[in-house]
């Protein structure tokens, strides 16, 4: 395989492969937080987050969601389609938290009545500005059709989480999605982990995520190892 590094992000690096259309995946140790502003090294969070990821990838095509995940070729290395990356992080929330309580002077855990779809514009400079529909259209980043199928897909995904989760006592209580196009069709790209998404234990509330990092409330690959136990059945 060519290790032509394309693109180098907080917690992946991204190679060239010998199949123009295929790209390998390489999760780093790195940890971080408030757009890098922390930023740490911490030894086998790779490693969980390509398993946590490849689990929940693999349970979503199952169940009829395309993505670009070909196949594993380690334990933190994936092999994954090359997209055209469309730049919107793609947040769904089920209950308040986050910068939501925070924009709205909220207190964090309520549901909300239904799912809440918001779009942030991905550039680190401008530290992932909040982006609406008329934006991304009136930008040419997205058309209102593929807007239409991002917001199906996004919520389509949150079904079959909050069931998977809640089966290992899991409240799925918020997340990020990204997408990207490859022959005319949008498909869910990057990765889905504790490092994207908020999971509260059911009874106890607490936080099984990177909050745990962000708020030096916890170990993260104690607690990431948690949920991956949990998701492979080994409570
Ligand atoms: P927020 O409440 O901070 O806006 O985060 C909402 C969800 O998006 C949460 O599950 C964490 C995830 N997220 C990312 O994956 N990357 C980010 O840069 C941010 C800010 C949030
Ligand atoms: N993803 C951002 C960062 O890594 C923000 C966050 O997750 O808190 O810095």
Redesign the pocket.
Known sequence: MSDQLIYSGKAKDVFATDNESELLMVYKDQATAF?GERKEQIPGKGKLNCQISSYIFDYLIKNGITTHLVKNVSDHEQLVLKTELIPV?V?L?NKI????ARKFGLDEGKNLQKPIIEF?YKSDELD?PFINDNQIESLNIATEAELTYIKEQTLKINQLLIKLFSQDDLDL????LEFGRVDGKIILIDEFSP????LWDSQSHQSL??DVFRKNQADLVETYTKVLNRLEGAK
Not at 97 to 100: H, I, P, Q, R
Not at 173 to 176: E, N, S, W
Not at 195 to 198: E, G, K, L, S, V
């Open positions: 757009n992080e947040v929330r938290a986050g910068s939501f942030y992932d209580v918020d997340f990020k490092d994207n998404c908020r995520d990177k």
